[in-house]
């Protein structure tokens, strides 16, 4: 595992703190929960836009097939 330091604010640091314990996990444990929830969300979105690039222009034939019985 790998060591990041990441400055926070006093009042974020308090609130991470505060968060942490109330879910029963460490500081660190929680923010590297929280980065590794933000990989998982933004690696889908990539996913998306790269399907979604895949079928522009392709529109007409999208709905000719949603229209075939």
Avoid: W
């Avoid at 505060?18 to 990539?46: C, D, F, T």
């Amino acid at each position: 595992m790998n060591a990041l330091t990441v400055e926070l604010s006093s009042e974020v640091h308090e609130k991470v703190d505060l968060i942490a314990a109330e879910k029963g996990v460490s500081p660190e444990r929680l923010v590297s929960e929280m980065a590794a929830e933000m990989v998982k969300q933004h690696e889908a979105y990539r996913l998306f836009e790269e399907m979604a690039a895949r079928g522009r222009g392709r529109e007409a034939e999208a709905l000719a097939l949603l229209r075939r019985d």
